[in-house]
């Protein structure tokens, strides 16, 4: 029983890191920068990569390559001679599904909390009933 609680309580954990990337990166969708220096200085969108570990499933936010993708709008601010800017590389609808898969597993590993407390509870009652 100790190993599902572990198990569920490590869901919650990556369900909210999840949660964390696709909130900063819908956050963040509209970013710009220019595309004048060598290197890029924006944002930098992230992606959870969910692996298997000890208490339950582990999840680290990894960098999306490439950070950004090039834009012609030759009026904006941080456009370069080329009319280019950077925009951050953000799939508003894929951000929008971790959210929404997010979502059903934080739910479904706070039902196996419920669960196991309501059995150690039930099981709690029976064992006091059965005392002489």
């Given at each position: ?124 009652h029976t064992d006091i009933s059965r005392m002489?």
């Amino acid at each position: 029983m100790i190993e599902a609680f572990n198990n569920a309580v490590g869901g919650l954990r990556a369900a909210s890191v999840r949660v964390a990337v696709a909130a900063d990166n819908i956050a963040n969708i509209g970013t710009t920068r220019s595309l004048d220096d060598a290197t890029y200085s924006g944002f930098v969108p992230t992606r959870a990569v969910q692996s298997s570990g000890l208490g339950g499933p582990q999840v680290t936010a990894k960098p999306v390559t490439p950070p950004f993708i090039n834009e012609f709008n030759p009026s904006h601010p941080d456009a370069n001679a080329d009319g280019l800017i950077g925009r951050a590389n953000v799939d508003l609808v894929a951000n929008i599904v971790e959210l929404k898969q997010a979502e059903i597993a934080y739910k479904a590993n706070a039902q196996v909390l419920r669960d196991r407390k309501s059995t150690r509870l039930n099981s709690s009652h029976t064992d006091i009933s059965r005392m002489p």
